[in-house]
């Protein structure tokens, strides 16, 4: 007997966008329950669908014996030919079975199976829709609270937006609309879990991807968003078209669209800036809005700047509890020092950046591109003949420096004042200095009596340099390896 279950399939298409390829495999694994229930095992059932897939019957394939042991899976040749005239010993045969004749357990357990395959299908395809939805705005409704938890009704499924995922600003009532960010999907034994932010830098971004069709399209790009929900957000962006504003696009006319954008985030600060490769000009940028009158990269190699702002200037950079600045570093990647006019004119900045030059180029770095405000033509001119570092270049002559066609006279000036200012060269005096006796150094006089040397063999005596350990001789005045001044002196016995 076939069962139609054109409407059941309908209804589960509509209701639950199942296939209809899983909703007969769910058929499928209901019926063979059933019979396993019934008779025990189902490895003689058969399930048939028609051709429409709407109908559906369940067999027992029986082998047609002469004399039968097994009723499960043997069928009387008599009874066989009742069924079909042409049976013939040894052949297989399928019964139909009636599934009106399954007792009340069969049929209870079979209800069990459908109901479990269904929740299962109907998970995992909510679990694969929402998968590809993460990192994309969702709108649900307030449905309730627990522990500071809010749970939104997603339509299909509902959300849970954490306390930690919470702006302070924002409180909610029941059935108010809320607007979030996807940001994990997880498989629970109650159900699907989706995670939703309303905190995340990504749903400041999505949001101006909305408002901003310019953000959208990609002809104004976001370099980076930093945040501290609730309170203020500073946004870099840039354009590859120089026809277009990448401020004032996001701003809008009479700032419609950034009015737009805080208003959702329910009256937080947002600075929109303009990105630029120049971290000068990067950091003066960031610390918007207060007006910044210079900026001073005091170590390149760390990260270290000094901002310069007036008086009046200097609460609006710091911002409060020295919020705008610490956004600032974020979002420039710099560590920025806030200073006013008067206290930047009692450092003495000059002497500092050297020092930190001076500092990087002694321990480590020793390269003629690592020298701030180098010019990257000249060092790539002179690397491809060979000279990378500071030393090699020093150890030039006037001759050899004329051979290099592609640098100017003004080029080699430049880079010239450039390594004077950041660079302290120690030079090795060629004359021989006599060593005094410690005697001859407590008193002068007697040294000019008697102005003695101790004796040097015809080799020179070797010592260690106690700063770095290199081998030195009475005849240097400075390590070659560290640069540390040497005297030496020798006392009587």
Not at 5 to 32: C, F, N, P, V
Not at 86 to 112: C, H, M, T, W, Y
Not at 283 to 291: C, D, G, R, T, V
Not at 344 to 372: N, Y
Request: proline letters at 4%.
């Amino acid at each position: 007997m076939a069962i139609d279950l054109s409407e059941a399939i309908h209804q589960l298409i509509q209701d639950r966008g199942m296939s209809e390829d899983l909703i007969q495999r769910t058929i499928e694994s209901t019926l063979l329950a059933a019979y396993k229930r019934r008779f025990g095992s189902i490895e003689h059932a058969v399930i048939r669908f028609n051709d429409n897939k709407r109908e559906v019957s369940i067999y027992a394939k029986k082998k047609i014996v002469d004399g039968v042991y097994d009723p499960l899976s043997e069928i009387d040749i008599e009874e066989a030919r009742e069924l079909n005239s042409e049976a013939e010993l040894g052949d297989e045969i399928l019964i139909e079975v009636n599934p009106r004749e399954f007792d009340r357990i069969s049929v209870q357990s079979a209800k069990q199976t459908a109901k479990q395959s269904l929740r299962d299908i109907h998970k995992d395809s909510l679990y694969a829709e929402y998968k590809e939805k993460i990192g994309e705005l969702v709108i649900g409704y307030y449905q309730r609270e627990r522990n500071g938890t809010i749970y939104v009704e997603l339509g299909k499924t509902e959300g849970i937006l954490p306390k930690k995922y919470q702006s302070p600003r924002e409180t909610y009532t029941v059935n108010d609309r809320i607007k979030a960010l996807i940001t994990e999907v997880n498989k629970t034994p109650t159900g699907l879990q989706v995670v939703l932010s309303r905190t995340h830098t990504d749903f400041v971004r999505a949001v101006f991807e909305i408002e901003v069709p310019e953000i959208y399209d990609k002809t104004v790009e976001i370099h980076k968003i930093v945040r501290e929900p609730g309170y203020r957000t500073k946004m870099a962006v840039y354009s590859k078209r120089d026809d277009i504003d990448p401020v004032g696009a996001c701003v809008g006319l009479k700032g419609v669209r950034i009015q737009s954008v805080i208003k959702e985030l329910e009256g937080e600060k947002i600075d929109i800036l303009k990105y630029d490769p120049d971290p000068t000009r990067f950091i003066k940028n960031a610390l918007s809005p207060a007006e910044v009158k210079k900026v001073t990269i005091l170590d390149e190699g760390k990260h270290q700047a000094l901002a310069v702002v007036g008086a009046s200037q200097l609460s609006l950079a710091i911002g409060k509890q020295g919020l705008n600045v610490k956004l600032a570093n974020r979002l420039v990647d710099w560590n920025i020092d806030v200073k006013t006019d008067a206290q930047f004119k009692e450092m003495d900045i000059a002497a500092e950046s050297r020092q930190l030059v001076s500092q990087l180029f002694g321990d480590e770095f020793s390269r003629l591109s690592e020298l701030p405000g180098v010019d990257k033509e000249v060092v790539e001119a002179l690397q491809q003949q060979g000279v990378d570092f500071i030393e090699d270049y020093i150890a030039l002559s006037k001759e050899q420096l004329t051979k290099f066609e592609r640098i100017t006279t003004e080029q080699f000036e430049q880079l010239q004042k450039i390594i004077e200012e950041y660079v302290e060269i120690v030079e090795e005096e060629e004359t021989e200095i006599p060593v005094q006796t410690s005697e001859a150094l407590e008193n002068p006089a007697a040294a000019g009596d008697k102005p003695e040397s101790p004796p040097l063999s015809e080799e020179a005596e070797e010592y260690e340099c106690p700063d770095c350990g290199a081998k030195i001789t009475v005849t240097m005045t400075s390590c070659p390896n560290c640069g540390i001044g040497l005297s030496f002196e020798y006392e009587e016995e």
